[in-house]
């Protein structure tokens, strides 16, 4: 059993990986210094704050001259790959999309790989031979897609858009998984505020075409007299046991 909130305060918008029996989860933190709190567990309930991926000037210009509230940091995503872990993240005040990556996760973390998309929210999927994928937030709205290469930067293939939601405002917040022989693509959409809302598709193939589910929106507290409202934004992680499971702000 357990009682929700299970990082209380101002940590929205979280990500979360497993490496064997741990968890590691990031959130967004705007303008402030240092960026991108880091959290372990080892139940997805009990949570510690182990540090920062963004812990050095160099790395996090912040606070830039005329930098706004809400600004700086939106929506980064953490994986673990190939030995590495790694966190893409949008500084919307100064230099757009980038990767950092760490051999531990409490450190220390990379400067910026810059990488030449416009958008936000920005998630990482890789492909069993290696192919990295990166979803995003299309200036233009829905969901666009891009093939990366995220240690050297480069765009390799896109962007392109792939899936719009189930008809609701603003998409974006996108997670790429492979799960067996299905590509699931989760995203928020409705809006941040009492129309918030969780939504997934499936597909063959990274570059689509995407199905949405039938019972879209998966999660949504809109229209109920709920006492928390607002929620959305969601990633999911596999257990060790085979369940899954969603955190969300």
């Known amino acids: 059993m357990y009682d929700n909130p299970v990082i209380s305060g101002f940590h ?7 490496v064997g029996d ?6 967004s933190s705007f303008e402030y210094f240092p960026g991108l709190p880091l959290f372990h567990s080892k139940d997805l309930v009990h949570w510690e704050h182990i540090g920062n991926v963004l812990d050095r000037p160099g790395q996090l210009p912040l606070p830039l001259p005329g930098a706004k509230a809400s600004g700086g940091l939106y929506a980064p995503t953490i994986r673990h790959h190939d030995g590495r872990y790694w966190v893409i993240n949008t500084n919307v005040d100064g230099g757009g999309n980038f990767v950092v990556s760490a051999e531990r996760p409490e450190g220390p973390w990379s400067d910026p790989v810059w990488i030449d998309l416009s958008g936000i929210d920005p998630d990482l999927a890789w492909e069993e031979d290696g192919t ?87 999660l949504s507290h809109s ?19 085979g369940s899954w499971w969603m955190v969300l702000l």
């Not at 929205?12 to 497993?18: A, H, L, M």
């Not at 741990?22 to 959130?27: E, G, I, P, R, W």
Request: charge should be negative; proline fraction near 9%; include cysteine.
């Open 12 to 18: 929205p918008d979280p990500s979360v990986c497993r």
């Open 22 to 27: 741990d968890y590691y989860l990031v959130c």
């Open 132 to 218: 990295c994928w990166c979803a995003f937030s299309g200036p233009e709205g829905g969901i666009n897609m891009a093939r990366i290469d995220p240690v050297k930067g480069e765009v390799l293939e896109g962007s392109f858009g792939t899936w719009s939601g189930s008809g609701l405002k603003y998409p974006e917040a996108p997670h790429l998984y492979r799960i067996g022989d299905w590509w699931y693509l989760l995203i928020a959409e409705g809006g941040t505020e009492r129309g918030h809302s969780v939504s997934i598709a499936r597909s063959r193939s990274p570059r689509g075409p995407w199905e949405g589910a039938p019972a879209n929106p998966l």
């Open 223 to 241: 229209g109920t007299a709920r006492s928390i409202q607002n929620t959305g934004h969601a990633d999911l992680v596999e257990a060790p046991d």
